[in-house]
């Protein structure tokens, strides 16, 4: 029995030195596994036992809670819970008018930092669309690497058909309206429909949106529209590693 007993021990330790010369990382990647496997029976039961919730349902209660507290402080301006909800309804009527979205269609957008990215976001979550967020530094065939990839990753539901840039008055607009006019015949052989937050825009196949969006109704969207989002709908595609244009496919429950 003593002899066994050694021979177990000594084979364990055999194999525990193994694993630490040739497997530096084996713990650590095995007890991240069972992490990640906890978490997810969690998630499961989770699931089961409460009622989907997505990242609208939490803004439109927050909406509810405090309508007039500030959500987005920039440049000095202050805009509201209610605010952002009423902009964000407004922009998905006139995404929903004039691009002919449907749930599930993802939006890639091109845009600076500034509240519409916020309320254009909001407004694709109410339709129940996944919005992929480029960089709005990366130009010629990095943008299109970059939508393609957006476009690639969306097969389960359909390509990624529109593309949306902001136009305000600052310098670097032009430069974005540049950049996109440099693709722009490639998005047109595609099939991609263009969309300016301006309220003209001179360039053949690029169609301004933002007289539609002030000239939209505030009323809150449908829910139905967004039905079928569930925990595994995609809520976003991000491109997490700069300008390289890899890309992460998140699920946060849109």
């Known amino acids: 029995m003593s002899m066994w007993f ?105 845009l600076p930092n500034e509240p519409a990215y916020v309320w254009i976001w909001l407004g694709l979550t109410k339709l129940g669309c996944p919005a992929a967020l480029l960089n709005f530094n990366i130009r010629s065939k990095s943008l299109l690497h970059c939508f393609s990839c957006c476009g690639a990753k969306a097969h389960m539901s359909s390509i990624a058909q529109h593309f949306s840039v902001r136009l305000n008055p600052y310098s670097v607009s032009a430069e974005l309206l540049d950049a996109v006019e440099e693709v722009l015949p490639t998005l047109r052989e595609q099939g991609i429909r263009v969309f300016l937050l301006s309220d003209s825009c001179s360039v053949e196949g690029i169609t301004p949106l933002s007289d539609k969006i002030a000239e939209a109704s505030d009323k809150p969207m449908p829910p139905e529209l967004r039905a079928n989002t569930r925990y595994r709908s995609t809520a976003l595609y991000i491109y997490t590693s700069g300008t390289t244009g890899t890309l992460a496919h998140y699920t946060l429950f849109m």
């Open 6 to 110: 050694t021979a177990v021990v000594g084979l364990a330790i055999l194999v525990y030195v193994y694993i630490r010369t040739f497997f530096p990382y084996f713990y650590v990647d095995l007890t991240n596994i069972l992490r990640t496997l906890k978490l997810s029976f969690k998630l499961a039961k989770y699931r089961r036992c409460t009622p989907f919730y997505s990242i609208v349902d939490c803004f439109l209660d927050a909406v509810r809670r405090h309508p007039t507290k500030i959500f987005i402080h920039f440049e000095g301006r202050s805009y509201s819970y209610e605010e952002m909800d009423r902009q964000s309804n407004k922009a998905a009527r006139a995404l929903q008018a004039e691009a002919r979205l449907k749930e599930g269609d993802t939006v890639a957008l091109f």
